[in-house]
């Protein structure tokens, strides 16, 4: 990385930042029929357009050249030939060779890792094909009817995420469902929900110790227990996880544990063994298919030029926003239904990733990094959020998502699902000026007054960005390219801050001081001296509400 270059690359995007105060994106349509055509490109299955944005050509000129001073094209290959570039962990980050379907080898951590990872993908799609065919049978010798993954963060968003978006490829005779929280409604209302004697559960946990998880999948044990008998447990249990070692401790058999490894974090695994509820649902050619669109992006990303390059434009004009227009959040929204979870699988995986303030080398960081990420389907965040996005103070980027053609759904739903998504972000881009406004109520009979009046208020600015991506149908091969966009989007953007997106010490605090107050808390006479006064306060609040009960 060359210091100079980028201090020059990061000023002169300021000074066009400058230049495109007053730029309007609908000015740039009028002045340029070519726009679209010029500003959308197709990424295998997904065609991104990134037209209604306030960029020129010059814009992502600046920003590509960010991109090089940053060295983004070296700490790239560095990704792929498996550098440690995980610096406070020292590990590889080489999530790309769960989705390798070729026969490339993969480095990680100075090996070749394609012979493990190809040894548990066999496993876990032999398995996930016996539970679909019956073939490995619950207690009761019937088969398995409801799986239930246990697990949270990366081991639940992933695999609950895509569940639910490819549910009409789920076959008909399983429910999958997921449990996270360590609020016990989380696993009962589910367990109420299910047929204990065909249900199978995955305790999914990367370390193994994470509390939620441990503590559902030992309430679960317990249940499994008491209703089928201890004999059951056998049965009714696998996991999955790097700590091998600990979860032969938990008592699950052998050939229930699926292995994945230190080298695939967390938020990034849902391509590994911790996919195994979603292969189970889908079936192992589908669940292939899904690898298969990760692995389209990871050739994408590793062989096109920047400027062509899908994952970098989305980094670069995030950064662009976030750096140069101090836009702090961005919506993402999915006008698909089954899509619901697919906003908070993104919000750990750019703010968990990027949500960092000091750079690889421990000083702060010179720029401010990941925005909040937020969003709901469409159209149903239009009649919730969508008034602050298009009049309120703050502007916020929106990613739109559709697909062409719906997978199991009324085709006339369809196309009203459609009409509204190119409606918000033609309404975003094109406002509605005062004059529009008053010529409107002109018409509507209201007089000079009652114009003066309410004419402010409809008043829309426009010239606010959003990105599209369209698609002929939510199939798993789309959906893996929709998810290794995202991720590559992140890591380029973590080049550009010269941050670790592959680490997370942000969440060790809180879990630390959970662990310390949990004895607190159960034990009603212990003491609370130590503890600041609104910590002690609401322990003695909740000791007095819990008097009698
Ligand atoms: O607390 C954050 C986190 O460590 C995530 O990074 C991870 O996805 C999640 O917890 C679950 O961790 P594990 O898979 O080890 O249970």
Same mark, same amino acid.
């Given at each position: 990385?060359?210091?100079?270059?980028?201090?020059?690359?990061?000023?002169?995007?300021?000074?066009?930042?400058?230049?495109?105060?007053? +730029?309007?994106?609908?000015?740039?349509?009028?002045?340029?029929?070519?726009?679209?055509?010029?500003?959308?490109?197709?990424?295998?299955?997904?065609? &991104?357009?990134?037209?209604?944005?306030?960029?020129?050509?010059?814009?992502?000129?600046?920003?590509?050249?960010?991109?090089?001073?940053?060295?983004?094209?070296?700490?790239?290959?560095?990704? &792929?030939?498996?550098?440690?570039?995980?610096?406070? !962990?020292?590990?590889?980050?080489?999530?790309?060779?769960?989705?390798?379907?070729?026969?490339?080898?993969?480095?990680?951590?100075?090996?070749?890792?394609?012979?493990?990872?190809?040894?548990?993908?066999?496993?876990?799609?032999?398995?996930?094909?016996?539970?679909?065919?019956?073939?490995?049978?619950?207690?009761?010798?019937?088969?398995?009817?409801?799986?239930?993954?246990?697990?949270?963060?990366?081991?639940?968003?992933?695999?609950?995420?895509? *569940?639910?978006?490819?549910?009409?490829?789920?076959?008909?005779?399983?429910?999958?469902?997921?449990?996270?929280?360590?609020?016990?409604?989380?696993? *009962?209302?589910?367990?109420?929900?299910?047929?204990?004697?065909?249900?199978? &559960?995955?305790?999914?946990?990367?370390?193994?110790?994470?509390?939620?998880?441990?503590?559902?999948?030992?309430?679960?044990? @317990?249940?499994?227990? !008491?209703?089928?008998?201890?004999?059951?447990?056998?049965?009714?249990?696998?996991?999955?996880?790097?700590?091998?070692?600990?979860?032969?401790? &938990?008592?699950?058999?052998?050939?229930?544990?699926?292995?994945?490894?230190?080298?695939?974090?967390?938020?990034?695994?849902?391509?590994?063994?911790?996919?195994?509820?979603?292969?189970?649902?889908?079936?192992?050619?589908?669940?292939?298919?899904?690898?298969?669109?990760?692995?389209?992006?990871?050739?994408?990303?590793?062989?096109?030029?920047?400027?062509?390059?899908?994952?970098?434009?989305?980094?670069?004009? *995030?950064?662009?926003?976030?750096?140069?227009?101090?836009?702090?959040? +961005?919506?993402?929204?999915?006008?698909?239904?089954?899509?619901?979870?697919?906003?908070?699988?993104?919000?750990?995986?750019?703010?968990?990733?990027?949500?960092?303030?000091?750079?690889?080398?421990?000083?702060?960081?010179?720029?401010?990094?990941?925005?909040?990420?937020?969003? /709901?389907?469409?159209?149903?965040? +239009?009649?919730?959020?969508?008034?602050?996005?298009?009049?309120?103070?703050?502007?916020?980027?929106?990613?739109?998502?559709?697909?062409?053609?719906?997978?199991?759904?009324?085709?006339?739903?369809?196309?009203?699902?459609? @009409?509204?998504?190119?409606?918000?972000?033609?309404?975003?881009?094109?406002?509605?000026?005062?004059? !529009?406004?008053?010529?409107?109520?002109?018409?509507?009979?209201?007089?000079?007054?009652?114009?003066?009046?309410?004419?402010?208020?409809?008043?829309?600015?426009?010239?606010?960005?959003?990105?599209?991506?369209?698609?002929?149908?939510?199939?798993?091969?789309?959906?893996? +390219?929709?998810?290794?966009?995202?991720?590559?989007?992140?890591?380029?953007?973590?080049?550009?801050?010269?941050?670790?997106?592959?680490?997370?010490?942000?969440?060790?605090? *809180?879990?630390?001081?959970?662990?310390?107050?949990?004895?607190?808390?159960?034990?009603?006479?212990?003491?609370?001296?130590?503890?600041?006064?609104?910590?002690?306060?609401?322990?003695? /609040?909740?000791?007095?509400?819990?008097?009698?009960?």
């Amino acid at each position: 990385m060359d210091q100079t270059k980028l201090t020059d690359a990061w000023d002169a995007l300021a000074a066009h930042r400058a230049e495109m105060e007053n +730029q309007k994106i609908a000015d740039f349509f009028a002045a340029d029929p070519e726009r679209y055509a010029k500003f959308h490109i197709q990424l295998d299955d997904v065609l &991104f357009d990134f037209s209604k944005h306030r960029v020129t050509r010059k814009t992502l000129d600046l920003l590509v050249a960010l991109a090089r001073a940053a060295g983004l094209e070296e700490k790239r290959a560095a990704l &792929f030939a498996g550098d440690l570039v995980n610096v406070t !962990e020292h590990r590889s980050a080489m999530h790309m060779a769960l989705r390798n379907l070729t026969d490339r080898p993969m480095i990680a951590e100075g090996r070749d890792v394609m012979p493990e990872v190809l040894a548990e993908r066999k496993k876990v799609l032999a398995f996930a094909e016996a539970i679909r065919k019956g073939e490995i049978k619950s207690a009761s010798g019937a088969p398995f009817t409801d799986i239930i993954n246990i697990g949270i963060g990366g081991s639940d968003l992933g695999p609950a995420m895509a *569940g639910r978006a490819l549910s009409p490829f789920v076959s008909p005779k399983l429910k999958l469902h997921f449990v996270a929280n360590v609020d016990g409604a989380d696993l *009962g209302d589910t367990l109420a929900g299910v047929p204990l004697a065909t249900t199978l &559960f995955i305790i999914c946990s990367k370390t193994f110790t994470t509390l939620e998880t441990m503590t559902n999948a030992a309430s679960a044990r @317990a249940i499994v227990a !008491e209703k089928l008998g201890e004999a059951a447990v056998a049965d009714h249990f696998c996991a999955v996880s790097t700590a091998l070692d600990k979860v032969a401790a &938990f008592g699950i058999k052998p050939d229930r544990i699926f292995g994945f490894w230190d080298y695939v974090g967390g938020r990034l695994s849902v391509w590994s063994s911790i996919g195994l509820s979603l292969a189970i649902g889908i079936g192992a050619e589908k669940f292939e298919k899904f690898l298969l669109g990760g692995q389209d992006i990871d050739t994408h990303f590793r062989e096109t030029p920047l400027e062509q390059n899908g994952p970098v434009i989305m980094a670069l004009i *995030g950064i662009w926003y976030r750096n140069l227009w101090d836009y702090r959040t +961005q919506a993402v929204i999915p006008y698909d239904q089954r899509m619901a979870r697919f906003p908070a699988y993104l919000q750990q995986l750019e703010m968990e990733s990027n949500g960092k303030s000091v750079r690889l080398n421990g000083e702060p960081v010179t720029h401010e990094t990941a925005p909040v990420i937020f969003g /709901e389907p469409g159209t149903n965040g +239009q009649h919730a959020f969508f008034q602050m996005l298009h009049q309120g103070t703050d502007i916020v980027p929106i990613d739109f998502l559709i697909a062409a053609q719906p997978n199991a759904a009324d085709a006339k739903h369809h196309q009203l699902l459609f @009409a509204n998504c190119l409606a918000q972000s033609e309404a975003l881009m094109r406002g509605r000026s005062l004059a !529009e406004v008053e010529t409107q109520l002109q018409k509507q009979g209201l007089d000079a007054a009652a114009i003066k009046a309410l004419a402010p208020h409809k008043v829309f600015a426009g010239n606010r960005p959003s990105s599209t991506f369209i698609y002929k149908k939510l199939s798993p091969r789309v959906l893996g +390219q929709l998810i290794a966009l995202y991720e590559h989007k992140v890591f380029v953007q973590s080049v550009i801050w010269n941050i670790n997106a592959f680490d997370q010490w942000g969440v060790e605090l *809180g879990k630390e001081l959970a662990l310390r107050l949990a004895p607190i808390i159960a034990d009603k006479s212990a003491s609370t001296a130590g503890l600041d006064s609104s910590t002690a306060g609401l322990i003695a /609040e909740m000791r007095k509400l819990n008097k009698g009960s």
